[in-house]
């Protein structure tokens, strides 16, 4: 935070919210939304993150995947959760995300709104 080191902090990073996680190594970030298959983008030249490698290089993503799921030994299950309506409403905007579609709800009176014109 002064300046004094140069380079990233850490050598991976890890994240997990409910069935969702993802974790960053060098320039390569691995999303992993439960129901969906993982991606993976190259931070360096697709900040964007549109550019799905996971498929182009299996090796890679084997070995990401690995790295979140030894983190994720580590870890105890979540105690809690938002609830349905925003554990919903999470998903659909991952799901959103990881498919480069336009985001369909953010709250609970858009998605009731979406529930009832699927009815």
């Known amino acids: ?4 080191k ?11 919210k409910d069935e969702m996680a993802a974790v960053r190594s ?3 970030k691995l999303i992993r939304v439960e129901r969906l298959p993982v ?10 993150e549109t550019n799905d490698l996971a498929s ?7 070995h990401m995947e690995t790295a979140l799921e030894n983190w994720e030994k580590g870890l ?4 809690w959760t938002e609830g349905a309506t925003w554990d919903t409403i999470s998903w659909m905007i991952h799901q959103d995300l ?14 009731n709104q979406w529930k009832q014109k699927m009815d």
């Open 26 to 28: 060098d320039s390569m």
């Open 6 to 16: 140069q380079g990233s902090p850490h050598k991976q990073l890890f994240w997990r």
């Open 56 to 62: 182009n290089a299996p090796e890679v993503t084997a």
């Open 98 to 111: 990881m498919l480069n579609r336009a985001v369909r709800v953010k709250n609970p009176r858009q998605l």
């Open 76 to 79: 105890m299950e979540p105690l």
């Open 1 to 4: 935070m002064k300046g004094e």
């Open 39 to 48: 991606v993976m983008y190259n931070l360096s030249d697709d900040l964007e």
